[in-house]
């Protein structure tokens, strides 16, 4: 026998493992999966039980909230009556969510790119740098962005809220996105290139699908932190007909004389949890794919 089928003790120890798990009967391999089951299931429902009870709640008839005799949607309508109502609300949090994710896709889209692709003096520097901004607390920089914001004329705007909740997305988005660029094969920039595309062409036609999942894992980061913030719209924002959703929810708990409205608070926290859900549940293929887009690179 030649050295090149010597066997070392890893690979024994692995093709028996291999075939101890092939003579594994059925019901063998269902005792074993029993604690792998009891622990995600422990974790789903430490995790959904208090969404469960919030949206119990809010339909529940209750003492002191808009909903006291019977079930129904009263809170929900206490909700939607809100001052400028509900509607309104909904559509400054959509369009802050979208203006966010647009700007966060834009910029980490390119920077990526060029951070994977392309070599010029102080790359590794710039992105430590844009790194770097994950370190700094964010409620220490909303006053110096008022200040700024203010100066540019876009205080007490939602555009100003949006670009100030992009920036503080901008380093985990081109992070993710320069890890999506570099596990795809530099091969396929090169023939796009020799077919007469530039850098430009190769990027928008070749690459863009392929790093796919990870602008879509950017784009629901961003927008569920953008859906969801209270400070940065709590800073920026005096209007209350700009009012986000999560601002006007955390206003209406306290209602005539320091008294807390739960019931429409609890409706308020559903309404913010609905799109949320509804977006992780259709992009949940996605967003797994995104996350391993860079982990068996090389």
Known sequence: MTSNSTLTPTDVLRVASTAAGHRRSPGMRIVLGIPYWVFTTALAVIFLYPLIWTTITSVQPRAGTSQTDRWGFGNYVALADYQAGIWVYLANSLFVSLLTVLLTLVVSLLGGYAFARFSFPGKNLLFLTTLAILMVPYA??????????????????????????????????????????????????????????????ALWRV????????????????????????????????????????????????????????????????????????????????????????????
């Open 140 to 201: 220490t920089l909303l006053i110096p962005l008022y200040v700024i914001l203010n100066a540019v004329g876009l205080s007490n705007s939602l555009v100003g809220v949006a670009i100030v909740l992009a920036m503080f997305q901008l380093p985990f988005a081109m992070f993710m996105m320069r890890i999506s660029f570099e596990s795809v094969p530099r091969e396929l920039d090169e023939a796009a290139m020799v077919d007469g595309c530039s850098s430009f062409g």
């Open 207 to 298: 690459l863009l699908p392929a790093v796919k999942p990870g602008l879509i894992t950017v784009g629901l980061f961003a927008f569920l932190a953008a859906w969801n913030d209270f400070l940065a719209p709590l800073i920026l924002i005096t209007d209350t007909n700009k009012m986000t959703l999560p601002l006007a929810v955390a206003n209406l708990r306290v209602q005539v004389q320091g008294v807390i409205d739960y019931g429409a608070t609890e409706a308020g926290v559903v309404v913010l949890a609905v799109p949320c859900i509804v977006l992780f549940l259709v992009l949940q293929r996605h967003y797994v794919r995104g996350f391993m887009s860079g982990a068996f690179k090389g």
